[in-house]
């Protein structure tokens, strides 16, 4: 079965502070990873996706097989970056549907 | 293109009721997945639906159950409804390709179900 954990439920930094949002997995297989944000009283949306290696509003995640991680950091965090941030993981395209959330990580960025 | 809605936005049941929560997708999306989140327990899947079929299934019990529509909407029910059901019940639509290629899935904004 496949797991997903983020060990830090809050993360609070200033305003051009780097961020580091950690995420770690655990799947036997070769899984899709994603982070989700969601900013206060919007959806939940897609931040990065593992495969597409782009860089989404500063954020960049690499994948690391050998560690099982999938960490989000941005050089610099800025007020709006303020949000609730969610590693998930998908078994593969292939399987349909069904994202495996990790618990969550609020981002409060101080001015 | 309408976002993914859902209906109704709010809701209050008492235990042992039964509750059905719809969700449109976005026009032309063919895959509605349907997601529990909780403060315990966070975002948990339970299911999803393609071509009117149940594809996936996640790790609840048979009260909980769904369906899909010819139109692609989507309904779930909840019967014999616990407290611990109340929760924010989270809809996505994704657009399905016959080549297996990945589609990103688009989020409705919830059904909020209180359990009393």
């Known amino acids: 079965a496949q797991r997903v954990t983020q060990p830090e439920k809050l993360l609070s930094v200033f305003k051009g502070a780097p961020v580091e949002l950690k995420c770690n997995y655990s799947?036997?297989?070769?899984?899709?990873l994603f982070w989700y944000v969601q900013y206060s009283r919007q959806r939940l949306q897609l931040l990065l996706r593992h495969i597409s290696r782009e860089s989404i509003k500063g954020f960049t995640a690499d994948l690391n097989k050998g560690e099982t991680s999938f960490h989000l950091k941005k050089p610099f965090a800025q007020e709006e970056d303020s949000a609730m941030y969610y590693c998930?993981?998908?078994?593969?395209?292939?399987?349909?549907?069904?994202?495996?959330f990790g618990g969550g990580t609020r981002l409060m960025v101080k001015p | 293109k309408a976002g993914v809605t859902q209906t109704p936005r709010y809701l209050i049941k008492t235990r042992g009721q039964q509750v059905t929560l719809s969700c449109s997708p976005i026009s032309g999306h063919r895959s509605v997945s349907w997601y529990q989140q909780t403060p315990g327990q966070g975002l948990q899947f339970l299911f999803e639906?393609?071509?009117?079929?149940?594809?996936n299934k996640g790790n609840f019990p048979g009260r909980f159950s769904g369906r899909q529509f010819s139109n692609s909407r989507s309904e779930m029910n909840v019967s014999t409804l616990e407290l611990g059901d109340s929760a924010l019940y989270l809809c996505?639509?994704?657009?399905?390709?016959?080549?297996?290629?990945?589609?990103?899935?688009?989020f409705g904004p919830g059904t909020r179900l209180t359990v009393l």
């Open positions: 998930a993981l998908e078994r593969s395209s292939r399987a349909g549907n069904m994202l495996t």
């Open positions: 996505a639509s994704s657009l399905v390709s016959g080549s297996n290629l990945w589609n990103e899935q688009f």
């Open positions: 799947y036997s297989g070769s899984p899709e």
């Open positions: 639906y393609f071509s009117e079929t149940q594809r």
